[in-house]
């Protein structure tokens, strides 16, 4: 079976990262409170150590999401986010990868076209720790209008997904991560944590 050009990508990124698979636990902690926000030994790909290679960027580190995995013929960008995060600051990570992305595919992936490119099914999760509990609506409010992600669909994403509900997130990567996270501690601001498993 043929490879899909979301795989192809994926592979070639662990082949030029191989140190850069993290646990969930590393991957979601705030860098600088050094909290957890998630607790697991998944192991994820820590997109934050990716470099653009374009020839004519010179600060080839840049604002990314911070994790990528590859499932069902998809790449999932994953950004952990405490509740005081900037629209601005969140939109141009996903652009940043995605340009990124596109460059990596230009110096190692030329058989990828432009057309192919911009046909990736491309995903967008932001997940965030949850402070005082808050109503339905304010949950609502949250998941379909913060940082104004879903201008993105059908642009440079196929779909994206806002989220500080403990058991969605746990949803979330039980799906991306075909069923292998079997357990999960969600961490929030003022009730320690929630603890899930399969």
Do not use: W
């Amino acid at each position: 079976m043929m490879a899909s050009n979301e795989e192809l990508i994926y592979n070639k990124v662990l082949e030029l990262y191989p140190s850069s698979m993290k646990t969930l636990t590393e991957v979601s902690k705030n860098t600088t409170g050094d909290n957890k926000l998630l607790e697991s030994d998944y192991l994820t790909f820590d997109f934050d150590i990716v470099e653009n290679c374009h020839i004519s960027y010179t600060n080839r580190l840049h604002k990314s999401p911070d994790s990528l995995i590859y499932y069902n013929k998809a790449l999932y960008f994953v950004e952990f986010k405490e509740g005081n995060a900037c629209t601005l600051d969140i939109r141009a990570k996903i652009h940043e990868a995605v340009a990124t992305l596109h460059t990596i595919c230009v110096k190692y992936l030329p058989q990828i076209s432009r057309e192919d490119f911009f046909n990736l099914n491309i995903k967008y999760a932001v997940v965030m720790r949850k402070g005082n509990p808050s109503t339905f609506l304010n949950t609502l409010h949250i998941t379909k209008n913060k940082f104004h992600l879903k201008n993105l669909e059908g642009y440079l994403l196929k779909r994206t997904k806002v989220t500080n509900n403990p058991e969605d997130i746990f949803n979330l990567f039980r799906l991306i991560s075909d069923g292998n996270l079997v357990s999960l501690n969600v961490y929030n601001r003022e009730h320690g944590f929630e603890s899930f498993s399969a």
